[in-house]
């Protein structure tokens, strides 16, 4: 087993996720906390974000369905879900919850519902991604430490 | 004294945080966890008040998402500055203005914006720390001596000498002598603190009301306001905060109550009409000035103000004063005079009953106590407003004030417990007459207490209700009231409570409650009486009211804060929970 080439892998993948906004800063924050007494700290958050963001995209959905053009309650439900991205500094997706308030701010049904899908795609884009990091990462039995130029990414 | 590490800062604070969203929930403990704290999560607004009712002084310092499904995170804050007295951080992924602002209304120490940081929460102590500050300049102006004990009790746990050096130079340097004292006193046991504190007894609030009135509303400030009451010992800080809070509660007050009584009055509990309406709405409109509105048509009408201590007061206490007009509702514009209480600090409200719907030959004696007590770790007290029209001959279950329990005096609280314990605030009116009229009663009480239930946030520990040859008792925690329907299913309650008034009798702090307040206060107020109880629009959140037929005292349900409070088999008290009194 190649370890250094599959840390590198995940470097890579790691450098690839912040060039392209899927993450931000708060993502690095995360995986800071992990030490020696919760080694799988940042694969745990993600996990219970994906699983916790799973339920409010739920709720966002059901509330598109049963409350037709209750903006309020729209937007309240995907404040839930902005809160909840802003965790794991899931950037893109955050941006998607923003974009879906707005529309509910303009009363705009149409735009709230395409906005919704994209959310949805960004979650689903995301969380492939993350797994294939962490796995990568559990492979390479260590996490990995990025030194990423200044810019978008972590700052060490 | 051998000043510590200047860096250190304090270990072990012992924070609570509580968060709907579990990914920060597990993000924030772990971060808060790395700074050396001490943490304890809670996913539900609802579960952290009752963690913090429970285990009341085993927190430092609270840390409250705004957004929260099962309750606001202003009410909660409000709740908690109100009734534990903690300082409160807030938190929000929204940074808005507006909604940072309504956060330092609602009292919160800090606003913090998600993505919160490491170097943020590191420095939360600074809150915790700056209260003790003020709680020990308060405390100076009554008796030196336990100044010492205060502070050195309120820095427990923590680094103190980090502590000290962090301080400010000047205030060291007034500290001095207090921290040459600390030094020397490490090692010596601080429970015996025996605090003078300021007090909010219900004389003391109608000085302050009559005050403010005296003054005006308009033109009340703190000076004035301690110039007439003229008070010694009373200092200038102590009515400041004690306005604020009245300010504050009241215009909350208002805003909540004018919704929900807008339903409510419509629930006339008396036969008498319409005019009889126990009117909260009209209580409470924009103006605090125009709470007594209300009152005017009313023949007969009861007023209970509610009070609660400026968190800045740790060790005040709250009382409610009852105000029993006469038969003219005159006595609305006495010494609690709703229009000058605009004024207030945020946590006085007022009630008005009405007269309870009763059979003309039934004399109804009320006995209306509301009980608001907050009060900091070393003093006891609550300050309880009662004006039973005791009965002593029904006297089975609710002896009379003879029996209750002896003032906190002979229980001091251990100092160290520096936040106060929740406030209680208790209803409490007594019905003669036989149980049947009392159904007349009930189904108005339940709509009063639906009505305010959210606006009354208060830890109630018992309710107890008697009516004539029953005994209606009801202990209950906060969230363990459920509506009352009727009369029957009183029978059906549940004492599940006994385990929490267990926790609370054997609380140093559920010993300050007791009736020692009540009995001192019974002395002043046995000349009131209550005359209609009208609970139209007073929503209690749901109260578990068991009846007993045989007058048979519960043992074990009384609760804790009357402990074995005895009214007259008419008193029927009904512990204002949730209050959108205090929200």
């Known amino acids: 087993m190649d370890y250094s080439n599959l840390r590198r892998q995940a470097a890579s993948m790691k450098k690839s996720l912040f060039d392209q906004g899927y993450l931000d800063e708060q993502f690095c924050q995360v995986e800071d906390l992990q030490d020696e007494a919760s080694p799988n700290f940042a694969e745990e958050v993600v996990t219970l974000f994906f699983k916790d963001s799973a339920k409010l995209i739920s709720n966002v959905e059901q509330a598109l369905e049963k409350y037709p053009k209750d903006f309020n309650r729209w937007d309240a439900y995907m404040q839930q879900l902005k809160g909840s991205c802003s965790s794991i500094g899931a950037s893109r997706m955050k941006s998607e919850c923003m974009s879906f308030r707005d529309y509910c701010g303009q009363g705009n049904v149409e735009g709230c519902m395409r906005s919704f899908q994209k959310v949805k795609r960004e979650h689903g884009a995301l969380r492939q991604k993350l797994e294939a990091y962490f796995q990568l990462l559990r492979q390479a039995g260590q996490l990995v430490l990025l030194e990423l130029p200044p810019g978008p990414g972590c700052k060490n | ?583």
């Open chain 2, 1 to 583: 004294m051998a000043l510590a590490d200047a860096t250190a800062f304090p270990y072990g604070l012992r924070v609570l945080v509580v968060d709907d969203d579990p990914t920060w929930l597990k993000i924030l403990e772990k971060m808060l966890r790395k700074c050396s704290y001490d943490v304890t999560t809670c996913g539900l607004a609802s579960i952290a008040l009752q963690i913090l009712r429970e285990r009341r002084n085993k927190f430092d310092i609270v840390i409250s998402d705004v957004n929260m499904p099962d309750m606001d995170g202003f009410k909660l804050l409000e709740l908690i500055g109100l009734e534990m007295d903690l300082p409160v951080i807030m938190m929000s992924i929204d940074g808005e203005t507006s909604r940072v602002m309504k956060g330092v209304q609602h009292g919160a120490c800090d606003y913090l914006l998600k993505p919160v940081r490491m170097k943020e929460l590191r420095n939360i102590w600074q809150h915790v720390y700056r209260k003790k500050m003020h709680e020990v300049k308060e405390i100076e102006g009554n008796d030196s001596c336990d100044d010492l004990q205060i502070f050195r009790n309120g820095v427990e746990g923590f680094d103190e000498r980090g502590l000290f050096m962090r301080a400010d130079s000047d205030t060291m340097r007034k500290r001095k002598d207090m921290d040459k004292d600390h030094a020397d006193q490490d090692s010596s046991d601080g429970a015996t603190v025996k605090k003078a504190r300021v007090v909010w007894s219900v004389d003391l609030h109608q000085k302050f009301v009559n005050a403010v009135n005296q003054i005006g509303f308009d033109k009340v400030g703190p000076k004035k306001i301690l110039d007439l009451m003229n008070i010694p010992g009373l200092t200038r800080e102590n009515v400041a905060s004690h306005l604020q809070k009245y300010r504050l509660y009241l215009s909350r007050l208002q805003k909540q109550n004018e919704e929900r009584i807008m339903g409510a009055a419509r629930q006339d509990f008396s036969h008498k009409g319409p005019s009889d309406n126990l009117n909260l709405r009209s209580s409470f409109q924009e103006q605090p000035g125009n709470l007594s509105n209300g009152f005017q048509h009313s023949s007969q009408k009861i007023q209970a103000q509610i009070n609660i201590p400026d968190p800045h007061l740790d060790d005040t206490k709250t009382s409610v004063p009852l105000k029993v007009p006469d038969k003219n509702g005159t006595s609305v514009s006495d010494a609690v005079d709703p229009q000058n209480m605009t004024s207030a600090s945020p946590l006085s409200g007022v009630f008005s009953f009405e007269r309870m719907p009763v059979n003309q030959d039934r004399k109804l004696s009320e006995t209306m106590i509301l009980e608001c007590q907050s009060w900091s770790g070393s003093v006891p007290p609550k300050q309880f407003m009662q004006y039973p029209k005791h009965n002593h001959e029904r006297c089975d279950l609710l002896g009379d004030y003879s029996c209750l329990p002896k003032p906190d005096l002979e229980h001091p609280i251990a100092p160290g417990h520096l936040y106060a314990p929740p406030p209680v605030i208790s209803m409490s009116c007594s019905v003669e007459g036989d149980v049947r009229d009392f159904s007349d009663v009930k189904p108005d009480l339940l709509g009063c207490m639906k009505s305010l239930s959210p606006a009354l946030t208060c830890t109630v520990e018992s309710v107890s209700a008697q009516l004539s040859d029953s005994v209606v008792t009801s202990t209950n925690s906060d969230q363990k009231f459920s509506s009352v329907e009727g009369l029957s299913s009183i029978k059906d309650c549940d004492f599940d409570q006994e385990r929490n008034q267990a926790t609370l009798l054997t609380s140093e702090e559920a010993s300050i409650i007791c009736g020692t307040d009540l009995t001192c206060l019974h002395d002043e107020l046995s000349g009131y009486q209550l005359q209609g109880v009208s609970f139209g629009n007073i929503g209690l959140s749901s109260i578990d009211l068991f009846q007993c037929n045989d007058a048979m005292a519960l043992p074990g349900l009384h609760n804790n804060w009357y402990d074995d409070v005895e009214f007259s088999s008419e008193t029927m008290e009904f512990p204002l929970l949730d209050g959108g009194l205090f929200a």
